[in-house]
Nanobody
Framework: QVQLVESGGGLVQAGGSLRLSCAAS????????IGWFRQAPGKEREFVGA????????SYADSVKGRFTISRDNAKNTVYLQMNSLKPEDTAVYYC?????????????????WGQGTQVTVSS
């Protein structure tokens, strides 16, 4: 089992940057693909990006490609989401999640463990 805790959210002006962290417990952290999702009020939870077990492969939603970067440090059991050039439409609760699939799945249902989420608010 894996427990995930997100941190680093907050309020930022448009064009600014934030780095979210996802800290995991458990010795098997490196066996999981880690995904980032977000959910805005009144909207469904959507895929932001994911990173494979070894940290060498990543996938991103078109809406964040070129602005967001995911990395992981398996020695620290932590995954990061660096968000640059933030836009008001990036405002949402951001979640990290762990999946046993190795191909960086996009579907919410393919992730087994979830963090509690961290709020990101981008003002215009």
């Amino acid at each position: 089992q894996v427990q995930l805790v997100e941190s680093g959210g907050g309020l930022v002006q448009a064009g600014g940057s934030l780095r979210l962290s996802c800290a995991a417990s458990g010795r098997t952290f490196s066996m999981y693909t880690i995904g980032w999702f977000r959910q805005a009020p009144g909207k469904e939870r959507e895929f932001v990006g994911a990173i494979g077990r070894g940290g060498w492969s990543t996938s991103y939603a078109d809406s964040v490609k070129g602005r967001f970067t995911i990395s992981r440090d398996n020695a620290k059991n932590t995954v990061y989401l660096q968000m640059n050039s933030l836009k008001p439409e990036d405002t949402a609760v951001y979640y990290c999640a762990a999946s046993s699939y190795n191909d960086r799945p996009l579907g919410v249902s393919l992730y087994d463990y979830w963090g509690q989420g961290t709020q990101v608010t981008v003002s215009s």
